[in-house]
Nanobody
Framework: QVQLADSGGGLVQAGGSLRLSCAASGRTFSSYNMAWFRQAPGKEREFVAGIRQSGGSTYYADSVKGRFTISRDNAKNTVYLQMSRLKPEDTAVYYC????????????????WGQGTQVTVSS
């Protein structure tokens, strides 16, 4: 497993932007598929965006497509989630996740999870 540390959350007005970061430990970061999930109060965890080991393939939930961008810097062992045109319904705790083989939208398939970072979007 890889150790993950999420950061970058905060309070922002609707229409604003935030960039989340996830720093990973270890020397094999490039071999992991990475993704972001989120969980709002009273709701189940929801897939947001994913990026495969090579960084060439990215995929998004329909609810964030065109507003969020996932990227990774394998030299820095970091994955990012750039969030733009934020909406109140984006309010949630956001989690960075990693897995060597799985890259889909089922949260239980990921081996490693960050501690989460709170994103709050005010209307």
């Amino acid at each position: 497993q890889v150790q993950l540390a999420d950061s970058g959350g905060g309070l922002v007005q609707a229409g604003g932007s935030l960039r989340l970061s996830c720093a990973a430990s270890g020397r094999t970061f490039s071999s992991y598929n990475m993704a972001w999930f989120r969980q709002a109060p009273g709701k189940e965890r929801e897939f947001v965006a994913g990026i495969r080991q090579s960084g060439g393939s990215t995929y998004y939930a329909d609810s964030v497509k065109g507003r969020f961008t996932i990227s990774r810097d394998n030299a820095k062992n970091t994955v990012y989630l750039q969030m733009s045109r934020l909406k109140p319904e984006d309010t949630a705790v956001y989690y960075c996740v990693a897995d060597r083989s799985y890259s889909g939208g089922r949260p239980d398939e990921y081996d490693s999870w960050g501690q989460g970072t709170q994103v709050t979007v005010s209307s």
